[in-house]
């Protein structure tokens, strides 16, 4: 498919790109916690949040001037420095990571409007051509948010929460990079723009019908990698209290809810380019509906298995990773790399 | 949801399935197989088949379980015992208490107090009536006592108040006059009876 002519990406235009990435992507952290307080209480015949506002969703409101107004505690022997960078650590390289990925569809914006009239603002804040290789290593250097946070606190959950993150997120960057390296090798480039154009022949086009496989792998990392469910072993409440952020509080607290949250963004866009056909338009559906609508699925998706899935023990995590998902993994890129040759 | 359902609400139909579990695989082999039966086997499936129909039937079927209590309030039981109630006599609107004093005879806790007299038409008549809800235990031995139906015991659970001379006083008990048509006749704990009718039997006057 021939690409069509975009106009020069200009500095303002990545600048109101950034601005927008981070004031969306911040909203709607705030409101995947209603979101998902809803979806898990419907799932278990609770109403959920319905007094703060029309279906309680004021709820994000009053949540957040709750976090604004706590007192910011920072234990006796904590490493107070440390203790107070982690959780920016975290959020930052959520949003870092975001800068890469396509979130929106890119658009001009209308002559009229004073000042910013006709600037080209781009899908992509930062079109780099090792583009997925970015937002995995950025996703990756995540891991020292929650691992500095732990260690700082001088607490054992802390400590123990810290130490699991370590294991879970090094183990599983090794099957998402596996899992993602074939549909690299079938598109021949790292850039996410590369991927959306090679899927935008339609369904059929979808890269999920040749790399089954490497979806499902590429999904259970992520699930891992973003600490949901079945996976969430980070900080889970009946085994280490809170594990790395235990001994947070307010403002701080809420950086590491909003980290996870982008995060989560991040993984289900992520899986929607990559695998099932990214942000093109579809029959009638425009592109931007298009990705919302994946986008959302997949955070659904989330929650649904969040409500559904009991999580599993660190041995089995271990297990699962070392043992059966990162053999399937190389399993596949063989078989890929094979079936390209022949 | 009516009383029924809600009385049957975390009732199953007994109709457990016991799980075959199989034993424990010893052999590398039969472990592997395992793992391979299990993953193929879309038992992960099935519980998100389970949690999604539970969110279609809450959100479409109105088969959510909360109550939001203090906007709306779980039937309950006409044999529950909660705070007393004085009923009146439907055709003329008078409080049905004789004046008896059985409810005060038979009360374990001491709680009932009442003083009688009788009025111009030597009719016994009430003049003082309390209970002392911080005694009362609820027993139900009043309302089964009462000869007349005239004490029973109401619906109203909520017992939070800032005088507990709030619920203890005759009047505050008895049925408003204008509330007479709303009047439900008590068929809990010393109620006669729905089969009262076929229960009675002759004076035995033979002895």
């Known amino acids: 498919m021939e690409a069509a002519v975009l106009p020069e990406v200009t500095s303002i235009g990545v600048a109101i790109k950034a601005i927008i990435i981070l004031a969306v992507i911040a909203a709607i952290a705030g409101f995947g916690t209603y979101i998902e307080r809803k979806v898990l209480a419907f799932m278990q015949r ?4 319905t007094h703060v506002g029309p279906y309680g969703l004021l709820q994000l409101v009053a949540d957040g001037i709750k976090l604004f107004t706590k007192e910011d505690i920072i234990p006796q022997h904590a490493n107070r420095l440390i203790f107070m960078i982690a959780p920016v650590i975290m959020a930052a390289t959520a949003f870092i990571a975001l800068s890469a990925v396509p979130v929106f569809p890119d ?27 970015f937002v995995l290593g950025m996703m990756a250097t995540g891991l020292y948010g929650p691992l500095l946070a732990g260690m700082a606190q001088s607490n054992k959950w802390g400590i123990i929460g810290s130490a699991r993150t370590a294991i879970q997120f090094l ?19 790292l850039s996410l723009a590369d991927f959306n154009a090679h899927q935008a022949g339609g369904i059929a086009s979808w890269l999920v019908w040749q790399q089954p496989v490497a979806f499902v792998l590429f999904l259970i990392a992520g699930f891992a990698e973003t600490n949901r469910t079945p996976f969430d072993l980070l900080e889970h409440e009946s085994e280490i209290i809170s594990g790395y952020v235990t001994e947070y509080s307010g403002l701080r607290w809420g950086l590491f809810f909003i980290g996870e949250y982008a995060n989560m963004v991040t993984i289900s866009i992520l ?4 695998f099932i056909g990214g942000y093109n338009d579809w029959g009638f559906l425009p592109a931007w509906l298009v990705m919302i609508m994946k986008v959302a699925f997949f955070f659904f998706f989330m929650l649904w298995a969040r409500a559904s899935w009991p999580h599993v023990r660190p041995d089995q995590l271990m297990w699962v990773c070392w043992k059966v998902l990162m053999p399937i993994a190389v399993i596949n890129v063989l078989i890929t790399g094979l079936v390209m040759m022949v | 949801m009516n009383l029924e359902q809600l009385s049957n609400r975390n009732i199953g139909q007994q109709t457990y399935k016991m799980v075959d579990l199989k034993p424990t695989p010893s052999t590398g082999v039969k472990k592997f197989t395992q793992v391979v039966e299990r993953t193929f086997k879309g038992e992960l499936f099935v519980g998100l088949y389970v949690t999604f129909r539970e969110m279609i039937n809450a959100l479409f079927k109105g088969e959510m379980h909360t109550f939001k209590y203090p906007l709306e309030k779980m039937p309950i039981s006409p044999r529950y015992r909660a705070i007393h109630d004085m009923l009146r006599l439907l055709e003329s609107g008078h409080y049905r208490c004789i004046g008896c004093g059985l409810c005060e005879k038979i009360c374990i806790s001491n709680c009932i107090k009442m003083e009688t007299r009788y009025d111009e038409n030597q009719r016994k008549e009430v003049s003082e009536y309390t209970i002392n809800f911080g005694r009362c235990i609820f027993c139900g031995y009043c309302a089964e006592v009462c000869p007349e139906l005239a004490i029973v015991h109401g619906g109203r659970y909520e017992n939070a108040s800032e005088q507990r001379a709030s619920f203890s006083l005759f009047e505050d008990m008895l049925t408003p006059i204008d509330a007479l048509k709303q009047q439900k006749e008590f068929d809990g704990f010393g109620a006669i009876s729905p089969n009262a009718d076929e229960n009675i039997k002759k004076t035995p006057l033979a002895y």
């Open chain 1, 271 to 274: 899986a929607s380019v990559i």
């Open chain 1, 107 to 133: 658009f001009t914006i209308p002559e009229w409007i004073p000042l910013l009239g006709g600037v080209f603002v781009p899908s992509i804040a930062a079109d780099i051509n090792v583009g997925l290789l």
């Open chain 1, 171 to 189: 183990s599983y960057e090794v099957v998402t990079g596996l899992s993602v390296l074939a549909p690299i090798m079938l598109v021949g480039s």
């Open chain 1, 46 to 49: 609770r109403l959920g949040p």
